[in-house]
């Protein structure tokens, strides 16, 4: 029998974010969306039913951390003073609800091929995916919920959920009311998902042929309709030059999304670099006009001299824009340590 739970429910006054915790509040909190500082907030108490298994989390919030800190390492164009605007105190996680679907489907397919001629088969495959049990607009962050709106299933990662084993006196730690039923979910959003993923497989099976008047008829076998779990993940947002940026993961770390801050000025410089490239490559092409204005002989001197300036300056400048990018990463990389040594 499922268990029940009062979970704490309130609205944060600066951002006007939905949040839902496991405890009753006896303290200050911060929002986790806009960082604003709550000192005793007012809540709702709210009687929620608990799921019976849950997917279990293989990373804690030091291995969010490394994750966020080495992708941001390796992505190019980040400020070099990225984790100064950072802290390890406003990394959260949450526990979403959401309904796992799995299956099989079967596509049969037909169309005319070349020549008129007709081609059939039939595609199958199997289907596991968790879907979001919370539709409601601005109960969760929107880089929230587009990235946790549909995820693939690991059937490895499930373990029985007990609620006690969640640290409730943890103001990181959040949650989500259901919203939606199973069907609904299935309806609004798990059919049409599954209906794309049969259309990838009769185009995987039909290939490079061209058919037309393509027709197809899909069957879906659903051996779990829709188990209500808790799956966690974990956030954070921060501000820069101004601008809030996010970085999400999935509690196992196989999934993350996230958008970044830009340095321009390292951007520009490695794309005037890439004009300089591609002008020197199209160069070539006064061969013409110097065999038109000349003759042949000096038409195939210049593009004797173009390859040879051609080779030089590609092999300079791409080593301009590889050591320029590689001292930008050594001082992400600097930063990043001390980022993951905070408490």
Same mark, same amino acid.
């Given at each position: 029998?499922? +268990?029940?739970?009062?979970?704490?429910?309130? /609205?944060?006054?600066?951002?006007?974010?939905?949040?839902?915790?496991?405890?009753?509040?006896?303290?200050?909190?911060?929002?986790?969306?806009?960082?604003?500082?709550?000192?005793?907030?007012?809540?709702?108490?709210?009687?929620?039913?608990?799921?019976?298994?849950?997917?279990?989390?293989?990373?804690?919030?030091?291995?969010?951390?490394?994750?966020?800190?080495?992708?941001?390492?390796?992505?190019?164009?980040?400020?070099?003073?990225?984790?100064?605007?950072?802290?390890?105190?406003?990394?959260?996680?949450?526990?979403?609800?959401?309904?796992?679907?799995?299956?099989?489907?079967?596509?049969?397919?037909?169309?005319?091929?070349?020549?008129?001629?007709?081609?059939?088969?039939?595609?199958?495959?199997?289907?596991?995916?968790?879907?979001?049990?919370?539709?409601?607009?601005? +109960?969760?962050?929107?880089?929230?919920?587009?990235?946790?709106?549909?995820?693939?299933?690991?059937?490895?990662?499930?373990?029985?959920?007990?609620?006690?084993?969640?640290?409730?006196?943890?103001?990181?730690?959040?949650?989500?009311?259901?919203?939606?039923?199973?069907?609904?979910?299935?309806?609004?959003?798990?059919?049409?998902?599954?209906?794309?993923?049969?259309?990838?497989?009769?185009?995987?099976?039909?290939?490079?042929?061209?058919?037309?008047?393509?027709?197809?008829?899909?069957?879906?076998?659903?051996?779990?309709?829709? +188990?209500?779990?808790? %799956?966690?993940?974990?956030?954070?947002?921060?501000?820069?030059?101004?601008?809030?940026?996010?970085?999400?993961?999935?509690?196992?770390?196989?999934?993350?999304?996230?958008?970044?801050?830009?340095?321009?000025?390292?951007?520009?410089?490695?794309?005037? /670099?890439?004009?300089?490239?591609?002008? %020197?490559?199209?160069?070539?092409?006064?061969?013409?006009?110097?065999?038109?204005?000349?003759?042949?002989?000096?038409?195939?001197?210049?593009? %004797?001299?173009?390859?040879?300036?051609?080779?030089?300056?590609?092999?300079?400048?791409?080593?301009?824009?590889?050591?320029?990018?590689?001292?930008?990463?050594?001082?992400?990389?600097?930063?990043?340590?001390?980022?993951?040594?905070?408490?």
């Amino acid at each position: 029998m499922a +268990e029940t739970r009062k979970l704490q429910v309130l /609205k944060c006054p600066a951002c006007n974010a939905k949040l839902t915790y496991f405890f009753a509040f006896e303290q200050a909190i911060t929002c986790p969306v806009c960082h604003n500082r709550m000192e005793r907030p007012l809540s709702q108490a709210v009687d929620v039913s608990m799921p019976m298994r849950y997917v279990l989390p293989t990373m804690d919030v030091e291995g969010f951390k490394h994750l966020m800190a080495q992708t941001l390492v390796d992505t190019d164009y980040v400020p070099c003073d990225v984790f100064q605007a950072i802290t390890a105190q406003d990394v959260f996680c949450i526990y979403l609800p959401m309904y796992l679907y799995e299956g099989t489907y079967q596509v049969a397919w037909s169309g005319n091929g070349a020549n008129q001629q007709q081609l059939h088969g039939n595609a199958t495959g199997k289907m596991a995916y968790l879907f979001l049990a919370n539709d409601g607009k601005g +109960e969760l962050p929107k880089e929230l919920r587009d990235f946790t709106a549909c995820l693939p299933y690991d059937t490895e990662a499930l373990s029985p959920f007990v609620a006690d084993n969640i640290d409730a006196t943890d103001s990181h730690i959040l949650t989500a009311l259901s919203t939606m039923s199973a069907e609904d979910v299935w309806k609004k959003w798990g059919k049409a998902h599954t209906d794309e993923l049969a259309m990838r497989s009769v185009h995987a099976q039909i290939g490079n042929q061209k058919v037309r008047k393509l027709k197809t008829s899909t069957n879906i076998e659903l051996t779990n309709q829709g +188990e209500l779990l808790y %799956v966690p993940f974990y956030f954070t947002y921060y501000t820069y030059n101004n601008h809030r940026y996010s970085f999400i993961a999935d509690g196992q770390g196989k999934h993350q999304s996230y958008n970044n801050p830009i340095d321009k000025r390292e951007s520009s410089y490695v794309r005037n /670099k890439r004009i300089l490239l591609f002008v %020197v490559k199209w160069l070539w092409m006064l061969a013409a006009l110097v065999w038109v204005a000349y003759d042949y002989r000096f038409a195939l001197g210049y593009l %004797v001299v173009w390859a040879i300036g051609k080779i030089i300056v590609d092999r300079v400048i791409k080593q301009l824009i590889s050591r320029r990018l590689k001292i930008s990463k050594m001082k992400r990389q600097a930063d990043a340590e001390h980022f993951r040594n905070q408490d």
